[in-house]
């Protein structure tokens, strides 16, 4: 498994390789362009070209990228949908440039609307930009399911995936928080493993491309999406030893996305502590 951490361009695109080899990681996710703002960040060649450099150079393996927030692909508004396009559609492209293994989407919301018809709307989005760009995946994360957030279950996954035309470059990121806010239970090794033959089963085989590795502040089914440091929260170290340790993972990129302390991100202790909980979870489960 490729576990490592968000961590920021700023100061330019090697910079969060560097960030990365700081946090002893295997794999790396940044924002492309500001999260706070639709204004996209255009890399230069020479940008490019040095990033990819550094990834060469390095012993990370792995780059992803996370579409901004702002992004809502199912909304009824159609000029935010249209801001949604261009921006998840520059994401794929600057995916392709820099050799991103997939870029990763909050689906969108209904909001208070008919969810039918927002999976349509974020199918249509997500159709677009696909056809707008080339190469690069992009991986749906399923959701905590607050505010009417698309994705909140693996039915709703696969809804969007065939309302996307069900591309092979479509995938699925599975967020442990998200998992245990939903109401999926993966607590335990036997539920991990009982709530990914439910993913697969409706996903279908080979769907599921990346993951998010974060603890939860709030308990199962509280729809909340409020992440906790590793071991910190409501799945805990056993929690976490289940997911990483899930079969089938073993090739995945994995990048936490905790608060860390002091509000500093994931240090390379954390990155340090997931990998040691890999680990134990795969000595559990073989008995050892």
Same mark, same amino acid.
């Given at each position: 498994? %490729?576990?490592?951490? +968000?961590?920021?361009?700023?100061?330019?695109?090697?910079?969060?390789?560097?960030?990365?080899?700081?946090?002893?990681?295997?794999?790396?996710?940044?924002?492309?362009?500001?999260? $706070?703002?639709?204004?996209?960040?255009?890399?230069?060649?020479? &940008?490019?070209?040095?990033?990819?450099?550094?990834? &060469?150079?390095?012993?990370? &393996?792995?780059?992803?990228?996370?579409?901004?927030? !702002?992004?809502?692909?199912?909304?009824?508004?159609? =000029?935010?949908?249209?801001?949604?396009? #261009?921006?998840?559609?520059?994401?794929? $492209?600057?995916?392709?440039?820099?050799?991103?293994?997939?870029?990763?989407? +909050?689906?969108?919301?209904?909001?208070?609307?008919?969810?039918?018809?927002?999976?349509?709307?974020?199918?249509?989005?997500?159709?677009?930009?696909?056809?707008?760009?080339?190469?690069?995946?992009?991986?749906? =994360?399923?959701?905590? /399911?607050? /505010?009417?957030?698309?994705?909140?279950?693996?039915? =709703? !996954?696969? #809804? %969007?995936?065939?309302?996307?035309?069900? &591309?092979? $470059?479509?995938?699925?990121?599975?967020?442990?928080?998200?998992?245990?806010?939903?109401?999926?239970?993966?607590?335990?090794?036997?539920?991990?493993?009982?709530?990914? #033959?439910?993913?697969?089963?409706?996903?279908?085989?080979? $769907?599921?491309?990346? %993951?998010?590795?974060?603890?939860?502040?709030?308990?199962?089914?509280?729809?909340?999406?409020? +992440?906790?440091?590793?071991?910190?929260?409501?799945?805990?170290?056993?929690?976490?030893?289940?997911?990483?340790?899930?079969?089938?993972?073993?090739? %995945?990129?994995?990048?936490? =996305?905790?608060?860390?302390?002091?509000?500093?991100?994931?240090?390379?202790?954390?990155?340090?502590?997931?990998?040691? !909980?890999?680990?134990?979870? !795969?000595?559990?489960?073989?008995?050892?």
């Amino acid at each position: 498994m %490729l576990i490592g951490a +968000h961590v920021s361009p700023a100061g330019g695109l090697p910079k969060a390789v560097e960030r990365g080899l700081e946090r002893s990681c295997r794999a790396i996710q940044i924002f492309n362009q500001s999260p $706070r703002m639709w204004r996209p960040t255009t890399y230069k060649d020479s &940008d490019v070209a040095a990033f990819r450099e550094a990834m &060469d150079a390095s012993d990370i &393996d792995a780059v992803m990228i996370h579409a901004v927030y !702002l992004l809502n692909c199912a909304s009824e508004d159609a =000029e935010i949908r249209e801001k949604s396009l #261009a921006s998840l559609t520059h994401s794929l $492209r600057t995916g392709q440039r820099i050799g991103s293994c997939g870029v990763v989407l +909050h689906p969108g919301s209904a909001k208070t609307g008919d969810v039918g018809e927002a999976i349509a709307r974020a199918g249509e989005t997500i159709r677009a930009a696909l056809a707008d760009s080339e190469g690069c995946e992009l991986h749906l =994360e399923n959701t905590a /399911g607050a /505010g009417g957030t698309l994705g909140r279950s693996f039915s =709703e !996954l696969a #809804a %969007l995936i065939e309302a996307a035309g069900g &591309d092979r $470059r479509l995938g699925v990121c599975l967020d442990s928080c998200h998992l245990l806010a939903s109401g999926y239970d993966i607590r335990t090794y036997e539920g991990m493993d009982g709530v990914l #033959a439910e993913a697969r089963a409706a996903l279908g085989e080979g $769907r599921i491309r990346s %993951l998010h590795l974060n603890d939860s502040q709030t308990p199962l089914g509280s729809n909340r999406d409020r +992440h906790a440091n590793i071991g910190e929260g409501e799945l805990g170290q056993d929690g976490c030893a289940a997911f990483l340790s899930a079969p089938g993972f073993e090739e %995945l990129p994995c990048v936490l =996305e905790t608060p860390g302390q002091k509000r500093s991100g994931p240090s390379a202790e954390e990155v340090e502590l997931a990998v040691a !909980l890999r680990e134990r979870g !795969l000595a559990a489960r073989s008995g050892a």
